[in-house]
T-cell receptor, first 110, second 114 residues
Framework: RKEVEQDPGPFNVPEGATVAFNCTYS??????FFWYRQDCRKEPKLLMS???SGNEDGRFTAQLNRASQYISLLIRDSKLSDSATYLC???????????FGTGTRLQVFP | DVKVTQSSRYLVKRTGEKVFLECVQD?????MFWYRQDPGLGLRLIYF???????EKGDIPEGYSVSREKKERFSLILESASTNQTSMYLC?????????????FGNGTRLTVT
């Protein structure tokens, strides 16, 4: 079983739609969680950290469910520019290791 | 703005060649990392370094070595390139503690070994 699992997609949604991605992790010692965004043929960039109480950054909302070991990313009012691959990333307690999921591809169409 | 620069965007090498991938960061970050990214496998950590002359194996170090002689520079070396090392290689840096600070990636080197 992969340490971090994501649905690869693609998720094809119209502009203005709300879309959500989940990511499950297997190591209960995971302590920090992130969403990175990777545009086609570009490097990954941090989108947002995920906090225990959930957090929002504009149209993006991240949630953490430790009991069920998953994190989620909700995008409201999708824009064409949101088209990218979204990587779920987990840091294991007391290590400097980041475990990357394989990513979920989002395609927003007009 | 943090800048992580990888020396080559595209590289084609022959089987058995020794290959050097260079990475330089300009923000005085302590940590530097080398990943490879393959379809369906995501990013996998090859090696990382906490400080000058220090290195730690990641998840897939076999067939690779690294060098960090200066804080800003982290080199990945393929001692004898093989076709299964054809991949996208990404260098990254972070100040300290990846649990609390983001990784800053270079724009990648796409290596093809023929």
């Amino acid at each position: 079983r992969k340490e971090v699992e994501q649905d690869p997609g693609p998720f094809n949604v119209p502009e203005g739609a709300t879309v959500a991605f989940n990511c499950t992790y297997s190591n209960s010692a995971s302590q920090s969680f992130f969403w990175y965004r990777q545009d086609c043929r570009k490097e990954p960039k941090l989108l947002m950290s995920v906090y225990s109480s959930g957090n929002e950054d504009g149209r993006f909302t991240a949630q953490l469910n430790r009991a069920s070991q998953y994190i989620s990313l909700l995008i409201r009012d999708s824009k064409l520019s949101d088209s990218a691959t979204y990587l779920c990333v987990v840091n294991i307690y007391n290590t400097d290791k980041l475990i990357f999921g394989t990513g979920t591809r989002l395609q927003v169409f007009p | 703005d943090v800048k992580v620069t990888q020396s080559s965007r595209y590289l084609v090498k022959r089987t058995g060649e020794k290959v050097f991938l260079e990475c330089v960061q300009d923000m005085d970050h302590e940590n530097m990392f080398w990943y490879r990214q393959d379809p369906g496998l995501g990013l996998r950590l090859i090696y990382f370094s906490y400080d000058v002359k220090m290195k730690e194996k990641g998840d897939i170090p076999e067939g690779y070595s690294v060098s960090r002689e200066k804080k800003e520079r982290f080199s990945l070396i393929l001692e004898s390139a093989s076709t299964n090392q054809t991949s996208m290689y990404l260098c990254a840096s972070s100040p300290v503690g990846v649990g609390n600070s983001p990784l800053h990636f270079g724009n990648g080197t796409r290596l093809t070994v023929t």
